[in-house]
């Protein structure tokens, strides 16, 4: 039997269903177009992956500040030793000069005694071995030459030495190329990463960047009491300097790397350090505890002691940071790298 009662009306239903959906989806869709997008979880990774080649940027600049220094000491060894070797060439031009002479008047007055013939030989240095042809010398001709074949091997082993020196610098130029290209090339893929990125976040990126210097030219210091007489100095020094660009391989006194202000600051203090944050780790008295530290102590940064800044006070380093900032004041807690130990430069 057929039932009279009104079927359900099932389209009316889902109507409502999707009506209400979409009510949902306007009212989100308006919450969304109001509010911040979504970060981007590519943008966040290209920003890390930028830091990373900064950070590497920075520890491949100690390693080129090392070897610099390494080729201006062999460039100094150098000029040394050809000085040393003009000079020793001038006395035996003397010294032939003089012997030349008494060959000179040995030939006028009938000929030469064989000991100078051998002498002016192609040579000379198996005079020596000759004591029959020495014995028929007077005392003042055997000194002679004497002198002159002694200055002749002195010579000999200053151009040697020279040459050695020549070849080494060479070998350390090569490597200070390869590092030079190492670092152009960290810096070069840090920008092509930041060119992926939006106009928008570029800038977002660099807001961030002048924030950080812009605070870290005003850092709360507190009242520690500051070291004195010339690491005083050079932390003062330093100070002067905030606001300058970080540029790799730089030691002021406009631009610096981290190493390159502090080394650059003790100069000025009348105090030569070492160029190297790894070298400058192993200077004066080490501090094991930031506790212990006192504004003006070196601070030495990363397990590879890479990075290098002053103790400022108040948990604060002083330092030139990384490529694309200034030299600042900078919580160390909140600096990224890790605190190796203090140095206290007496």
Avoid at 174 to 193: C, D, F, H, M, V
Avoid at 200 to 214: Q, S
């Amino acid at each position: 039997m057929a039932s009279h009662r009104r079927p359900k009306q099932a389209g009316s239903c889902r109507t409502g269903v999707l009506t209400a959906t979409a009510a949902a989806a306007v009212a989100l869709s308006s919450q969304a177009a109001s509010a911040d997008p979504l970060p981007d979880p590519r943008k966040k990774g290209v920003e890390a992956q930028v830091d990373r080649l900064y950070e590497e940027a920075t520890q491949a600049t100690e390693k080129y500040n090392g070897a610099k220094e390494k080729a201006d000491e062999l460039k100094k060894q150098v000029a040394a030793l050809r000085e040393t070797a003009a000079r020793k060439q001038a006395e035996l031009n003397r010294i032939r000069d003089g012997i030349g002479a008494v060959a000179a008047g040995q030939y006028r007055s009938g000929g030469l005694d064989p000991a100078v013939q051998l002498f002016l030989s192609d040579d000379p240095d198996t005079y020596l071995d000759k004591a029959s042809a020495l014995s028929r010398l007077g005392d003042r001709q055997a000194t002679a030459l004497q002198q002159f074949l002694s200055q002749q091997r002195a010579l000999q082993q200053q151009r040697g030495e020279a040459s050695e020196k020549l070849g080494e610098l060479a070998a350390v130029q090569k490597g200070l190329g390869t590092r030079k290209n190492e670092i152009q090339g960290k810096l070069r893929e840090a920008q092509r990463l930041l060119n992926t990125l939006s106009a928008k976040e570029r800038a977002r990126i660099a807001e961030k960047e002048d924030r950080a210097n812009r605070a870290g030219a005003r850092a709360d210091l507190g009242n520690e009491v500051s070291a004195t007489g010339r690491t005083g100095s050079a932390f003062d020094a330093a100070k002067s300097r905030v606001g300058m660009p970080y540029v790799w391989g730089a030691s002021g006194p406009s631009s610096f790397d981290c190493s390159g202000l502090t080394s650059w600051a003790f100069r000025q203090a009348g105090v030569t350090i070492p160029r190297t944050s790894q070298a400058q780790a192993n200077i004066g008295t080490r501090i094991n505890s930031l506790g212990a530290l006192k504004p003006g102590d070196l601070i030495i940064m990363r397990t590879d002691l890479s990075h290098v800044g002053f103790y400022a006070g108040n948990g604060q380093i002083l330092h030139s940071p990384k490529p694309g900032a200034q030299v600042r004041y900078e919580s160390i807690a909140r600096s990224g790298m890790p605190f190796m130990w203090g140095v206290r430069v007496s």
